[in-house]
């Protein structure tokens, strides 16, 4: 089966819907999910921004928020602005990662619900811990894994592929011939990309 | 007839297929394009930026330069990477502005396709000119109405109410309800809201 791999960021706005639609898209054309939780930290610090850039730029932070709020409601997505913005994303990406690949699915959606719907503290082992043992898994097993010193460094070379890349922020499709697509709204494109190279 | 407003920047990548196709996707709803060209400078000079930021961020402008190739393609349209870019969007921006609607929409095609389909320096005289003669325009006037000190402030102006109107960037389509959508991968959905609002 073609598959590609979905490179997300728990603290990006637009990895939320793309997060929440990717399988869809995906099973209409036949093409397999991967999950690759990374942090978008390294690129925008490599590109001398300390802060989102959304927040760095007025105009471009004001109208985000308007097109999310379009997405959302077109999506039938909640959209609650988390508080503060962006959120610490580093305990949900060490906790995605550390989980199998049928589960990190489940739990990484359960994430952005809980972030972009409710406007949950998703940097806090409160907010994680009752996600996972809603999907079936043991939470406190899961933190322990997902907090060792091997799970840490998985999650620095995962974001590290990602610079290497090239990816300029997320979230990002890539397809098996090395094309990047960036942004929820190329998440078609990157599926039909994938479907036509198989 | 509903109306939108494109605002477009001649030394934006993106406001290259913008341009090219956004009649054909506007005539298929019924939905009137009104050309308004400005200057993006003031936007980024806002935000900190003295150049393009494809220029000053080395992941977004490599992902940009691939994008543009797989849009063209898509299209049918060549492209032919500008250098220097960005151009000096400066005197067309001018001569569109001076010109009657009638005629700016096929003049300011005719400047994309020479700048990116061609390669050819925009911001001259030379290459200006004759675009303006093929297109049934008396050049010679229609340059000195575009150096006058009238259409000049109007440019500015324009490009002033971009700023106003919280324009993140170019090609942006903005409805008669006031929402905004940016980007060249935004254009149906613009004008489906459009179509939707009458």
């Known amino acids: 089966m073609t598959g590609i791999d979905f490179w997300y960021e728990f603290a990006s706005t637009y990895s939320y819907p793309a997060a929440m639609r990717i399988e869809d898209v995906a099973r209409e054309r036949g093409v397999e999910v991967r999950w690759r939780p990374f942090l978008v930290a390294p690129i925008f610090v490599a590109q001398g921004w300390r802060d989102s850039p959304f927040n760095i730029y007025a105009a471009k932070g004001r109208y985000m928020w308007r097109d999310m709020e379009r997405i959302c409601a077109r999506l039938g997505l909640p959209l609650h602005r988390p508080d503060p913005f962006p959120q610490s994303s580093l305990l949900a990406a060490r906790v995605a990662l550390a989980l199998a690949p049928q589960t990190r699915a489940a739990f990484s959606r359960a994430v952005y619900a809980s972030e972009f719907g409710e406007g949950r503290q998703i940097g806090e082992r409160d907010t994680i811990a009752p996600l996972l043992d809603r999907i079936g898994e043991d939470s406190a097993s899961v933190l322990e894994r997902a907090l060792s ?35 929820n709204d190329r998440i078609e494109e990157a599926l039909d990309w994938a479907q036509n190279a198989r």
């Open 149 to 183: 010193a091997a799970n840490k460094e998985a999650l620095k070379a995962e974001s590290a592929q990602a610079v290497a890349l090239g990816l300029p922020g997320a979230p990002c499709v890539v397809t098996g011939d090395g094309e990047v697509f960036w942004g």
